[in-house]
């Protein structure tokens, strides 16, 4: 009886659920680098690179067991580019009595997965991934009847249902969020860890040389490629992070500092979304750092936060929301992204700086992505479909599952609040407080309109006055919707003049 496993891109994971009962003997491990994939968005050549590099790492560790592996090369004889077909010409070579696949992490894959059964005419099973702390299932449990969800109510369950960070049945240290502690700007003379990564091996190399020649005319550079392609290398990282980063993680994970791309950031989420890392196994480390008194509880607390609470909750939402999620828009944004996205040529030294980083690292800090890259599009009302079209390709971790509710729900609101309460909107002023880039800017952040006058003011104060009657009533916008109303009409009337004039320049 002979079993066909497929593995994706993003399971590389001994113990993924498709696995675990593999027949070394008797059943064949199907591995494909498909070309509707790799292009069905401009990926960052280093995303390519690194899903690449670890399929062929992971594919020689199975072998290197006894595992049977079938490998479908990118540029392999007959490769017809899809998983359908590719699975389609694997079931006519091998003749298996059974399919078996872990569900995939993006909606579009998994209508397709569940066509193949009638389509390739053998039984298919598609397991849960049960790589995440939260089920599909136990999601939707916990969403029932609920008339909003909110990151904090899901995030404490979490924590009393897996029992992390708990001192019986209360939160560690009394309180279950230290985010008072964790907003500091990165103070003068203080230096970031040394991040050299991973010296690209053999097969690494070989990879490379493939996307530079398929996939040269993306956005985003590839030399200096430094991901960890294997579990050991992932652990390495994790274990530097740990050693040296993770003490200061609190204190600074919202600060921003030019010419320091990765601060006190711990740099998995590449390993962590194609199952070279687990969840779980990271937050044990991280806990157990803190409980042996190598980090303070604002930084483990912080740290564990973003995987047991908001990684497993985006992921809970999109599956829950998925596919309508995708095609709100609740405040009909529509303007095309302005091309400085892909170019990063604006005088505005905070985007510039994000985008170059972006194109150099594919990889930028959340605050980066969210305050600076993400609130720019919210408040010129970038369409949603192509912001979420750009962060999905232009950085190393990004999978639909983890990307889409960021930038859909978090970053622009189109969702109309299901994921967060509100957007987050805000002027120059905070990337001020968080950075040195408005220091070292032509434009004046202390200046709302008038001659260098910093375009997050204006555009501020204009979307919070197109969208009034939306985000009027929140309870968290109201003091800042009292100070607009505050300003005569001709000071208002400058303000709107100044973002749209800025705008139109844009545009
Ligand atoms: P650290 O700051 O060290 O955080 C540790 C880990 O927590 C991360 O590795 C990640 O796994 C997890 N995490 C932190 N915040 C989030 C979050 N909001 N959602 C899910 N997981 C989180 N993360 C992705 O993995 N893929 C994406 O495509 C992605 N797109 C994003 C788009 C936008 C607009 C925003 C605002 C955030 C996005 N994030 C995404 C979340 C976050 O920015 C990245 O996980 C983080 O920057 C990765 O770097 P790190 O490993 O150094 O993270
Ligand atoms: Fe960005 Fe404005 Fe600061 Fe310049 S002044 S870096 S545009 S926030």
Redesign the pocket.
Known sequence: MTVLRLVLGDQLDRNISSLTDLDRDADVVLMVEVTDEATYVPHHPKKIALILSAMRHFAAALEEEGARVDYVRLDGRGNTGSFTGEVDRAVKRHKPDRVVVTEPGEWRVEQDMKAWEEALGVPVEIRPDDRFLCSRAEFAAWAEGRKMFRMEHFYREMRKRTGILMDGDEPEGGAWNFDKENRKPLPKGLTAPEFDGVEPDAITSEVLALVAERFADNFGDLDGFRFPVTREQAFDLLDR?VAQ?LER?GDY?DAMALGEP?LF??????A??IGLLR?RE?IERVEAAYRDGGAPLNAAEG?IR??LG??E???GIYWHAMPDYAQTNAFGADRPLPALYWTGETDMRCLAEVVGQTRREA????I???MV??CFALLIGADPAEVNEW??AV?A???EW??L???HG??LHADGGMLGSKPYAASGKYIDRMSDYCGNCRFDVKKTDGENACPFNALYWRFLDRHAERLRDNRRMSMIYRTWDRFDDDRRAAILKQADTFLETLS
């Open positions: 992070f980063g993680f994970q990765f950031h711990s740099l998995i989420s590449p962590l979304n969840p990271v740290y973003q995987i908001w990684r909750y985006v992921r990889y930028a800090h959340h980066q992505r969210l890259t993400g962060y999905l950085y971790d990004a999978f983890v990307q509710p960021n930038t978090m970053v």
